[in-house]
């Protein structure tokens, strides 16, 4: 099956730096990739759709100039967590759906990044 | 809203016992629901995808029905290895390709 990668898979930052999380599609090119956000015992969140080529769409409550998303090439998208602080510890994944399905199908997900800001 | 409910929290069970888990959702026009199973500190791994009423579909120990209110992940005779969170999501019209999760229910089997 299609793979998304993720990485780094857990990072620990000091606050007010600035970090950087990568979603590549190994296999099929993702017009669209989707960044969520999960805090323990609670669901995924969606944060952003991130759409090759153009600016991401960011869900309510979510601060665009804080998570950064770019989404250069049909293979990766970059989600950069800007002067973080501890609220922002969290697991972000990443997600991505193979083009051309008709009907929804699985979206795969990369493993996760386990953010700590210190 | 577009909202998914997942029951029970948490569920613990004797290796070999049966039991189903609950997904309860309102959206506005079902185009999927889905399920996956994610392990501690990891991402969710695709299980199934439903996409109407009566669907069911089957994959070794795990089995997931569909009605228009509800999706049940029934576990027959479950292992150790069956331990994980179950996460259930739908995707609605409205909600463009996003999926809308559930917070789980986390299965703990023991032997």
């Known amino acids: 099956g299609a793979v998304v990668s993720q990485h780094p898979s857990r990072v620990i930052c000091k606050s007010g730096t600035s970090v950087k999380i990568e979603c590549r599609s190994l296999?099929?090119?993702?017009?669209?990739m989707f960044w969520y956000r999960q805090f323990p015992k609670q669901s995924l969140m969606l944060m952003a759709t991130?759409?090759?080529?153009?600016?991401?769409?960011?869900e309510q409550g979510v601060e665009k100039d804080k998570f950064l998303i770019n989404h250069a090439s049909l293979t990766l998208s970059t989600l950069t967590v800007t002067s973080a602080h501890p609220e922002d510890s969290s697991f972000y994944i990443c997600?991505?759906?193979?083009?051309?399905?008709?009907?929804?199908?699985?979206?795969?997900f990369g493993q996760g990044t386990r953010l700590t800001v210190v | 809203e577009d909202q998914v409910t997942q029951s029970p929290e948490a569920l613990r069970l004797q290796e070999g016992e049966s039991s189903s888990l609950n997904c309860s959702y309102t959206?506005?026009?079902?185009?999927?629901l889905f399920w996956y199973r994610q392990d501690p500190g990891k991402g969710p791994e695709f299980l199934f995808t439903?996409?109407?009423a009566g669907e069911e579909k089957e994959k070794e120990r795990l089995k997931a029905t569909l009605t228009k209110k509800e999706s049940f992940l029934h576990i027959t005779a479950p292992k150790p290895e069956d331990s994980a969170t179950y996460l259930c999501?739908?995707?609605?019209?409205?909600?463009?390709?996003?999926?809308?999760f559930g917070k789980g229910t986390t299965l703990s089997v023991s032997s």
């Open positions: 999501a739908v995707q609605a019209n409205q909600a463009g390709t996003a999926l809308i």
């Open positions: 439903l996409y109407s």
């Open positions: 991130s759409n090759e080529g153009s600016k991401a769409t960011y």
């Open positions: 959206v506005s026009g079902l185009r999927g």
């Open positions: 296999d099929f090119q993702a017009t669209t």
């Open positions: 997600s991505a759906r193979p083009p051309g399905q008709v009907r929804n199908t699985e979206a795969f």
